[in-house]
């Protein structure tokens, strides 16, 4: 079986950081990161990763719109993403799962779960 590859975009490092380690360190899986919607974008085309965790709130480009961009591009389109997000109201969970995005993950989130979350998410048996 092959190692399942995330991205994590998000423009806060500590949060990339404490995901990246437990990703790595109890999912087993390869991890690269970007710090804006801009560069995930980009990293999402060339690397083609297994799965992309998202952040909502960033500056400049927010996740919904990066996530617009991702479903635009025909090679990042099919790429399933969970958003990571501290909105936790109804109405707005409401909006982001109408947007198509495969899971919504709430901040702050527990590390050693993060693997587990994103398994089930996915239907990845680990």
């Given at each position: 079986m092959t190692t399942k590859r995330i991205l994590i975009?998000?423009?806060?490092?500590?949060?990339?950081?404490?995901?990246?380690?437990?990703?790595?360190a109890v999912g087993a899986w390869e991890v690269s990161t970007a710090?804006?919607?801009i560069e995930g974008v980009?990293?999402?085309a060339a690397e083609q990763p297994d799965v992309i965790l998202l952040d909502v709130m960033?500056?400049?480009?927010?996740?919904?719109?990066t996530f617009q961009?991702?479903?635009?591009?025909?090679i990042t389109q099919p790429i399933p993403v969970i958003l990571l997000t501290a909105k936790v109201q109804?109405?707005?969970?409401?909006r982001f799962a109408e947007l198509g995005v495969r899971?919504?993950?709430?901040?702050?989130?527990?590390?050693?779960?993060?693997?587990?979350?994103v398994a089930t998410a996915l239907d990845w048996s680990n």
């Open positions: 975009i998000d423009d806060e490092y500590d949060i990339r950081a404490v995901a990246e380690l437990a990703l790595k710090a804006s919607g980009a990293k999402a960033m500056p400049d480009m927010d996740g919904i719109a961009a991702l479903q635009a591009n025909p109804a109405a707005e969970q409401r899971a919504i993950i709430t901040k702050p989130f527990k590390a050693m779960k993060l693997p587990a979350q």
